[in-house]
């Protein structure tokens, strides 16, 4: 059974920092990209960060360039997003994705990345 499970969001004021965990089981960790994606209220989903199962490509989306880390432990079956200068903007819940047939690389043209698995979310809010 597939499971993504995001941990890591709270409350935080504007400038903080947070790291956000991705445990991940039900299927091969080491060979799968991964992602994070966020959803604000009344908005539609955003791709956050994408890190391919090699680790030596990642993806970051126009709003989070520069501020956003993602990268992974393979040995943990973990993926992370650490999250710098914290802007109220950022509110959203998190969600953690894999996509399992990403050995040849990243699928950045693809929908959503190509993202099969999906986890339910954290929340993450930043009070100005």
């Known amino acids: 059974q597939v499971q993504l499970v995001e941990s890591g969001g709270r409350l935080v004021q504007a400038g903080d920092s947070l790291r956000l965990s991705c445990a991940a089981s039900?299927?091969?960790?080491?060979?799968?990209?991964l992602g994070w994606f966020r959803q604000a209220p009344g908005k539609e989903r955003e791709f956050v960060a994408a890190?391919?199962?090699?680790?030596?490509?990642?993806y970051y989306g126009d709003s989070v360039r520069g501020r956003f880390t993602i990268w992974r432990d393979n040995a943990k079956n973990t993926v992370y997003l650490q999250m710098n200068s914290l802007k109220s903007e950022d509110t959203a819940v998190y969600y953690c994705?894999?996509?399992?047939?990403?050995?040849?690389?990243?699928?950045?043209?693809?929908?959503?990345?190509?993202?099969?698995?999906w986890g339910k979310g954290t929340l993450v809010t930043v009070s100005s």
């Open positions: 890190i391919s199962w090699s680790a030596g490509n990642t």
């Open positions: 039900g299927f091969t960790f080491t060979t799968s990209a």
């Open positions: 994705a894999a996509d399992p047939s990403a050995v040849s690389g990243l699928r950045v043209g693809a929908p959503d990345y190509g993202m099969d698995y």
